[in-house]
């Protein structure tokens, strides 16, 4: 027994050493302190990036001025190149930098740079919306005059990923672009959009969606710089940061509770919509009746449709009244009027047909103007990836004169072992004299480095051998 009992402590000793090291590898795989920079280096960008000049200012009047061409024209394309060029991010990290560390002076800075921005911003985008031909708002301007809870979720997560970035030795200055600037930049455009047309609705709506991000963004970063265990700022106090703190909680619960409430709407009205579809498409499927008209009013929730033919009987109608309320909308109505042997109002049908050919057009140009969009990205990804091939190789056949020619190409690989194909970036060099294998490396690396950690495999090719003259023939 007490050996058996020796052998079971022993294999418990073995588990815990073995859980204990897979932790330890866990905590070292998320560990933001591998690439972080110093902290003085870290609160030095921090700070001047809150500081705004003639640069910045003139950058975001352009930023503003080509989002709200993209909102106009409902081109998501322009709108992102748009975002990737504000500079409104920073202020907002100084925001929730300043209040981690208690720095308040930091925080009256970021903030006013901010408001200076948000201002300039909506007046540059009031201005454009004024003068422009296009009055009718598009979807992806509608889409930001209804903030809900995914909204504070995006703006959350993207702020986590900019300050994150933000402390790293190598900064990368795309991922706060797309992931912050993303929820900034259109809402002051819709909001200058509102009062360029005089439509309040859409620019409290647009306004409350920017105060949610910025809010949500500066939170994540106060989060992550506590995380971090950035040291406070000498001039800290324990009493205002109690109330600072007390703030916070306040504005949480403040701007996310009626975004919730408007998340849940949007669900209702959506599960609402999927219930009158189902309802249509049962009424279009009744033998002898023909679905003339129909009309879905979400507000309302209401489902009106006009029949031809075969009159609907009571049952029928009564078990798609009930399949509409057990969705869990109880006031839902299905008005059903039957025109039978009467005469049928052409006039409404005309409309009907019109207004069912316009939203089906409509629907098939948007799909279509996505597809274009999706395109033209990919194309400018590509011409991207062609000139940043041509540099690297002008920059290595100047440094390496012995190299004749050298080729980058991008593509895919996979051996018979491999369960699927890797991305992979080949480089062929042919060299006279043949480059040695440090320098062969040397270069594999720096392509690695320069290519963003991408998969780089160099090949040393062998020169064709010089073609030999003819031999003359001899004369008899």
Request: net charge positive; with cysteine.
């Amino acid at each position: 027994m007490a050996q058996a009992g020796d052998i079971m402590r022993g294999r418990n000793k073995t588990v815990n050493k073995k859980a204990r090291t897979m932790l330890d590898k866990m905590k070292q795989l998320f560990d933001l302190r591998q690439d972080q920079n110093e902290f003085p280096v870290i609160d030095d960008t921090i700070r001047s990036g809150v500081r705004i000049g003639g640069t910045n200012m003139w950058v975001l009047i352009f930023a503003i001025l080509i989002a709200s061409v993209g909102l106009n024209v409902n081109s998501t394309a322009v709108i992102i190149g748009a975002m990737l060029i504000s500079p409104l991010m920073r202020p907002i990290l100084g925001i929730g930098y300043g209040a981690a560390i208690s720095d308040y002076r930091l925080i009256r800075t970021a903030a006013r740079s901010l408001a200076i921005f948000a201002v300039l911003s909506i007046v540059t985008s009031t201005l454009y919306f004024m003068v422009s031909p296009l009055e009718h708002a598009q979807s992806e301007l509608l889409a930001r005059t209804t903030p809900t809870l995914w909204d504070v979720l995006i703006a959350f997560f993207g702020g986590c990923a900019g300050i994150i970035a933000q402390t790293r030795r190598d900064e990368s200055t795309i991922i706060p672009g797309a992931a912050i600037a993303t929820a900034l930049m259109p809402p002051l455009c819709t909001a200058g959009y509102g009062l360029a047309t005089l439509h309040w609705d859409y620019f409290l709506g647009a306004s409350y969606l920017f105060l949610i991000n910025a809010f949500f963004i500066a939170l994540s970063t106060y989060v992550f710089v506590k995380l971090m265990g950035f040291p406070e700022h000498e001039e800290a106090d324990k009493r205002l940061q109690n109330r600072a703190h007390f703030a916070i909680a306040l504005a949480v619960l403040a701007l996310a509770i009626p975004s919730g409430f408007l998340a849940y709407r949007l669900v209702q009205d959506q599960v609402f919509l999927a219930a009158s579809k189902e309802v249509l498409r049962e009424l279009d499927n009744q033998p002898g009746a023909i679905l003339l008209t129909k009309d879905v009013s979400v507000p309302l929730r209401r489902v009106a449709v006009t029949i031809g033919g075969d009159e609907l009987a009571a049952s029928v109608q009564e078990r798609l009244s009930h399949d509409l309320q057990r969705s869990g909308f109880l006031n839902a109505r299905l008005v059903v009027r039957h025109v039978g042997n009467e005469k049928v109002d052409l006039a409404s049908l005309r409309d009907q047909l019109r207004r069912d050919l316009v939203v089906s057009t409509a629907e098939q140009l948007q799909d279509r103007a996505t597809k274009l969009d999706a395109m033209s990205l990919r194309l400018a990804k590509f011409e991207e990836v062609k000139a940043e091939h041509g540099r690297i190789i002008a920059e290595t056949m100047a440094q390496y004169p012995a190299i004749t020619q050298f080729t980058v190409t991008t593509g895919a690989s996979a051996g018979k072992s491999d369960a699927a194909a890797q991305q992979l970036t080949l480089v062929m060099v042919e060299a006279t004299p043949a480059l040695p294998e440090a320098d062969l490396e040397r270069i594999r690396v720096g392509l690695g480095i320069r290519l963003g950690g991408a998969n780089v495999r160099l090949v040393q090719l062998t020169p064709p051998p010089a073609p030999t003259p003819p031999k003359r023939a001899r004369r008899g």
